[in-house]
């Protein structure tokens, strides 16, 4: 077996790592509340300044795009990350520990765009796909970064060291990355500071949207409808997301292989309304059966949905890939508090019956997936995201 070149480890090194960083906050979130003394409405706030930073950073990586490159902003924006992190277990009071994390959901949101810019062109170099496996490996990075917090956790290791040793190695590891993958030229034939094209991306802006509001809705209102809705036990309820991330995981593994062979908005078409429906059918079995096999439909049918619009945004340039991850965002800020809305005026039911409808949207707008990509690189690359083979 052929190993991987050294761009692409370089990449699964990238995404594995975002991964790691992400599932620190959630692991270790008793202490941050003991730490600061947060009840559950302030540490919603943190949770929600974390994202916040997410949508506001659009501007700052475009702006980084466009002068420095994908590839710089990698190490940069990674080191930056790293301090910031090993910095926020010494911030003072609530107000700190916002800014902080405000500060950091805007790096991570920057080399979250930068990796993913890397891995379209990466796509359009090798003319085959990976964004599926890459987006992959992020999941794999944070499950097992989960395991070792709860672990690290358990012995006892204080926060403020726990952050600091993964801060550093995030920063190495984004350094490492970013040295290991082809340079780009600052200015106009940088791919990352192609200007967005006129009328290509609003498609993609809404696919993304309506993503972030499905994907961030099952995950914060699962283990709730099971367990106040459905009766359930929290070990049970407790479950959802394990069954909801657990088929991701192995769904973006098969992502690049599907939509070679059916093409991406048959896949995506076909994957929101498989999602829609299972939805549906959890609300009308109202069991904890119906619920866990919604959830397994749900992660498979959404698994392929987040590479192929990063992939289609990355082949219209950096700027236009930083946009539509802000929409993605977006969509993910927006969404938990007005699902929350719905839940408190009709039911938790109706919440679903609300995401089932948002998966409708995403099946009618696959059909933007079949606009060519108009990247600088278009002409030594396939025209449309059909086009790319699955391997060499």
């Known amino acids: 077996m052929r190993l991987p070149s050294l761009s692409l480890r370089a990449l699964i090194t990238g995404f594995a790592s975002m991964g790691v960083v992400g599932s620190v906050l959630m692991t270790r979130q008793p202490e941050f509340q003991s730490l600061w003394s947060l009840d559950a409405a302030e540490w919603g706030w943190v949770l929600f300044a974390v994202g916040f930073g997410g949508v506001m950073s659009f501007p700052v990586n475009r702006w980084f795009l466009a002068r420095i490159g994908s590839r710089a902003m990698i190490g940069r924006f990674g080191i930056a990350g790293g301090l910031v992190m090993a910095l926020i277990p010494w911030l003072p009071g609530l107000h700190g520990l916002l800014a902080g994390m405000f500060l950091q959901g805007m790096i991570y949101n920057g080399v979250s765009v930068a990796v993913n810019q890397q891995a379209a062109e990466w796509e359009l170099r090798e003319k085959t796909r990976m964004m599926g496996r890459l987006h992959a490996t992020f999941y794999v990075g944070s499950m097992l970064s989960a395991f070792v917090s709860g672990a690290l956790a358990a012995s ?225 690359a396939p025209a449309t995201d059909a086009a790319l083979p699955c391997s060499k």
């Open 156 to 380: 006892g290791l204080p926060l403020w060291m726990h952050m600091t040793v993964v801060g550093a190695l995030a920063a190495i590891l984004h350094v490492w990355v970013a040295r290991r993958l082809p340079p780009e030229t600052p200015g106009v034939e940088n791919p990352s500071s192609t200007p967005i094209p006129a009328g290509a991306w609003q498609g993609l802006a809404v696919l993304a949207g309506c993503h972030g509001i499905v994907e961030s809705g099952i995950m914060g209102w699962s283990a709730i409808y099971l367990h106040q809705g459905l009766q359930a036990s929290e070990s049970v309820a407790g479950m959802a997301l394990a069954v909801f991330a657990g088929t991701m995981a192995v769904g973006r593994f098969l992502t690049d292989a599907v939509v070679t062979r059916f093409g991406p908005v048959a896949v995506i078409g076909a994957g929101s309304l498989l999602c829609g429906v299972g939805l549906l059918l959890a609300v009308l079995g109202a069991t904890a059966g119906a619920m866990f096999a919604a959830l397994a439909a749900c992660g498979l049918g959404l698994a392929a949905v987040a590479p192929v619009f990063f992939s289609a945004a990355g082949r219209l340039g950096g700027q236009t890939l930083a946009l539509i991850a802000s929409f993605n965002a977006i969509g993910g800020l927006i969404g938990p508090p007005v699902l929350g809305q719905v839940a408190k005026m009709w039911s938790l039911a109706t919440v679903f019956g609300v995401l089932a409808a948002m998966c409708v949207v995403m099946a009618w707008n696959a059909r933007v997936l079949r606009q060519p990509a108009a990247s600088s690189q278009a002409a030594a």
